[in-house]
């Protein structure tokens, strides 16, 4: 078996790991970084900042296994016409539900003016309780229900929401435009864990970003382009937002001239809520090769219609 | 019946709270702020902070209700002969885990740097996860235990230590001298939940601080006296503890020139981790004095060998 890890910059942090994991597998395979004969790889190890940006070669190949949660810069890819997988990497979703309940709470307890107090203010206020303070979490996919579930078990009331209607044990869900608008119109916080896909972008604009609570904490750990900048900025500067935490942006690194940088109403943190971890995601690699070589179906295969 | 609430500055809290909780306990009660005959009262709410220190007149009283949690101020009365009932109020708990879990994120995941970030720093190093940074959680009573399964939840690894030996399913605890070394060594944050008593006072000294790994972090949102605050400072500026965030303290407000206001290892927090809420307050007061009309033992009776 050929796979060819079409990804060099991560290579160092899984050239170890995934020999290991394979072999733990019971696995026999042979691993390159460039491949000599295109037609002899059966499965393609990618990450969509990698070079390699042509599948028509790759005849036989069976599987492309993303290193990435996200696909929306190869979904579109004409000429990957193999099954693509998604990375749905465990320790990636502990590091989100981490960055998730960690800004949740630091936005709940009002924990900024404690951090920064210049004044030495000794003010005594007691914040509410989590379950006085409503979440929307738009995006049930894996990351945003794990989330949820991790701010349902310290008492935050969430709602959850989706473009297409789900059912979520224990979960109130809603979907759709009216659901957005109630969802959105009884929430504290709202978390952003959206596929970017082309009826998502812009999902947080002007007129939705208007049916939150004024005064409301916003969390995007997601994709860049789901809000408008240009419309949040606004909000921040009216109050309707009283602030926001961005993990993510339309360009990355954040430009240094962007005004999220010096913006006091928002709190930039440079795509570190989550990152795919070596360990587990190649365990996760392994476990859908394992699954194609024994006719069993992949797990997280993209479905090109959806986009995700 | 007749209820002293001996803590008129809260009075305004429960004013209206307090006989509703009464009446859907079924329990017929008249309330005063001040009792003209000591020898009619039937029950004494009480908060250490009110001026009642003399408990010799209320010669019928059957309990004094604390609304606080830490009864190291009354304990030691030696004119208080009756059953004394710390509060271990629901709401309480609640907000000591979300502040215990907020600030312990917060420290994991390094937020500090991104919320002041004058330079627009975008470095986009990944913290470790929750399950590589290991907790210990001094005081296992109803806050530490709620909080040390909080985190669990989340991944961290905990250690439990309490100065008497515990056995609490799924945590691992450890007591004694030996077992707080062996519990600190470990340890990447420190949270300590310990009652005051003599024995738990200076509990983190030097000698104790030392035990740490290099670089822990440390939170205190149980009592002022359980630290040492000079050998806090000293291993602040050593680098042996690379950050406090306390919430209590020796004397509090927290003077306006005490060194903890401007250190930069330091977050003050004034002494909000744990509030006790009326509305949970209230019912369990009411509990306490339906069991003890019915003859049956009281809730959260303070143990006077032990000292809470």
Not at 3 to 14: E, N
Not at 40 to 57: E, G, K, M, N, R
Not at 294 to 307: I, K, S, T
Request: hydrophobic content about 45%; glycine content about 8%.
């Amino acid at each position: 078996m050929l796979i060819l890890f079409a990804a060099p910059a991560l290579w160092p942090d899984y050239e170890t790991i995934l020999p290991q994991a394979l072999a733990e597998a019971g696995l026999s395979a042979r691993i390159v970084t460039e491949a000599a004969d295109p037609a002899a790889v059966d499965y393609i190890i990618y990450a969509p900042s990698a070079p390699l940006q042509d599948f028509t070669p790759y005849t036989s190949c069976k599987a492309v296994l993303s290193l990435w949660a996200g696909v929306e810069r190869i979904v579109g890819n004409t000429t990957l016409t193999q099954p693509l997988a998604r990375m749905v990497d465990p320790g990636l979703t502990e590091g989100m539900v981490e960055w998730v309940v960690g800004h949740a709470l630091r936005h709940h307890l009002g924990m900024d003016r404690h951090i920064v107090n210049p004044g030495h203010v000794w003010n005594p206020t007691c914040p509410p309780l989590a379950r006085q303070r409503p979440v929307a979490m738009l995006g049930l996919g894996a990351l945003g229900l794990a989330a949820a579930r991790a701010l349902q078990a310290l008492n935050f009331p969430v709602t959850g929401w989706s473009r297409t209607a789900k059912e979520v044990p224990g979960l109130t869900c809603l979907s759709g435009e009216a659901g957005l608008r109630e969802a959105l119109a009884r929430a504290a916080i709202v978390v952003t864990l959206l596929p970017r896909t082309p009826e998502t972008e812009n999902l947080l604009n002007a007129r939705t970003l208007g049916y939150l609570p004024r005064g409301a904490f916003l969390l995007n750990p997601g994709r860049g382009p789901l809000i408008d900048d240009a419309a949040l900025l606004a909000e921040l500067d009216s109050g309707q937002i009283a602030h926001a935490t961005l993990d993510v942006f339309r360009v990355e690194p954040l430009p240094p001239d962007h005004p999220f940088w010096s913006h006091p109403g928002v709190t930039v943190t440079p795509h570190i809520a989550a990152d795919t971890r070596p360990h587990s995601a190649a365990r996760v690699l392994v476990e859908n090769i394992r699954r194609a070589e024994a006719g069993e179906p992949l797990l997280h295969l993209v479905d090109r219609n959806r986009g995700y």
